[in-house]
């Protein structure tokens, strides 16, 4: 069983590291808050420019990947399970802040993630 799961673990680990393009409607920063029993996505608007980085349309300013930022969130969802946040984020939110496919399926397994981590009341850390 183990083998396993180090297999699987594996494989996102080295596919966590490929390259992918970013959705120029912004990004979601996800966390869980075990008290409140909920999950939260904040979404921030950002701006792709000519290199493929992510800039806060502001201050023109790259956005780091790592580390703090100190940047203002346009909208903050909330739900108590990852199907209840992603109703409220692709079926209830108009216009939908995703415009990348991929980005929606990111969101939906981080979603899942943090919903397992809630239930087992493990930490969760975005991936």
């Given amino acids: 069983m183990n083998l396993?799961?180090?297999?699987?673990?594996?494989?996102?680990?080295?596919?966590?590291?490929?390259?992918?393009e970013l959705?120029?409607?912004g990004y979601f920063i996800i966390y869980i808050d075990c008290n409140e029993r909920l999950?939260?996505?904040?979404?921030?608007?950002?701006?792709i420019d000519?290199?493929?980085?992510?800039?806060?349309?502001e201050t023109g300013k790259v956005i780091p990947a790592k580390g703090k930022v100190e940047r203002t969130h346009t909208?903050?969802?909330?739900?108590?399970?990852?199907k209840e946040l992603c109703v409220k984020i692709f079926e209830?939110?108009?216009?939908?802040?995703?415009?990348?496919?991929?980005?929606?399926?990111y969101l939906g397994r981080e979603f899942v993630r943090?919903?397992?981590?809630?239930?087992?009341?493990?930490?969760?850390?975005?991936?």
């Fill in 50 to 57: 000519e290199r493929g980085l992510a800039v806060d349309p």
């Fill in 114 to 127: 943090a919903e397992i981590a809630l239930v087992t009341g493990k930490e969760y850390v975005q991936d």
């Fill in 75 to 82: 909208t903050v969802f909330s739900g108590r399970t990852a």
């Fill in 23 to 25: 959705d120029p409607n």
């Fill in 92 to 105: 209830e939110t108009k216009p939908c802040p995703i415009t990348f496919l991929d980005h929606a399926a």
């Fill in 4 to 20: 396993i799961l180090d297999d699987l673990t594996a494989i996102d680990d080295k596919l966590s590291h490929r390259h992918i």
């Fill in 39 to 47: 999950i939260y996505a904040k979404h921030f608007t950002n701006v």
